[in-house]
């Protein structure tokens, strides 16, 4: 087993004979700073690093030089007033008391938050990434 994802990664890449020209990596971290590493880490050996896991979405969409796109959070798709995504009371009891409470899913108005990625099929290079972000009533 391998706990560096950046190794983790180059295993996965070195895999087998045949690879497909479009390689999208869903990179679940915390920290924003390792994701912006992987991107410049795998810039021009993937088509696309999205970075997701804390459901605020960045608006640093970008093309890196070799042609990968990169975002460092695709943010959430959930109730807007929340913490993201659960009931805000429970969250907020939770962080003054330290004691866990039950968490539940808020109501109310909704967002989607994505990106659009567009993909040159033959060289597999990003050629835009677009955020997206809709509120639902």
Request: aromatic share 6%; hydrophobic share 40%.
């Amino acid at each position: 087993m391998i706990d560096c994802p950046f190794r983790a990664i180059d295993q996965l890449l070195n895999e087998g004979k045949h690879k497909p020209r479009v390689i999208i990596v869903d990179f679940h971290a915390e920290a924003t700073s390792e994701k912006i590493a992987m991107g410049h880490y795998l810039d021009g050996r993937v088509s696309a690093v999205l970075g997701t896991h804390t459901h605020v979405g960045t608006t640093d969409t970008r093309l890196f030089p070799q042609g990968t796109a990169y975002v460092t959070d695709v943010g959430m798709t959930g109730p807007i007033d929340s913490v993201i995504g659960m009931e805000t009371d429970v969250i907020i009891q939770r962080f003054l008391t330290g004691i866990p409470h039950r968490m539940s899913v808020a109501k109310g108005r909704t967002m989607f938050n994505a990106v659009s990625v567009r993909i040159d099929e033959r060289s597999g290079r990003a050629t835009s990434i677009d955020r997206i972000y809709k509120e639902v009533r």
